[in-house]
Nanobody
């Protein structure tokens, strides 16, 4: 059974940092590309960053230079280091397979950035 569990969100002031984690189970983690998505209130879910099996990365223009995605295949975990956070980064953050999403989504982790 596929399970994705996100953690690490919270309330932070603008300019601050957070590190999100996503633990995956029920999938052959090392063989799939993973990504972080976010959904702000009243908006559609959007891709934030992706990381391939070979650790090639890609970022949304809005987070380039501020966010870093990484993975630890031994721990079946993908991370998102978020620096210099802005109020517009406020959203629920989710992880999932990059590209063709898995049917299962986790509960997400809420990131709130105050100005």
């Amino acid at each position: 059974q596929v399970q994705l569990v996100e953690s690490g969100g919270g309330l932070v002031q603008a300019g601050g940092s957070l590190r999100l984690s996503c633990a995956a189970s029920g999938v052959t983690f090392m063989y799939i590309a993973m990504a972080w998505y976010r959904q702000a209130p009243g908006k559609q879910r959007e891709l934030v960053a992706g990381i391939s099996k070979s650790a090639r990365t890609q970022y949304a223009d809005s987070v380039k230079g501020r966010f870093t995605i990484s993975r630890d295949n031994a721990k079946n975990t993908v991370y998102l280091q978020m620096n210099n956070l802005k109020p517009e980064d406020t959203a629920v953050y989710y992880c999932n397979r990059w590209g063709e999403n898995l049917e299962v989504w986790g509960q997400g982790t809420l990131v709130t950035v105050s100005s």
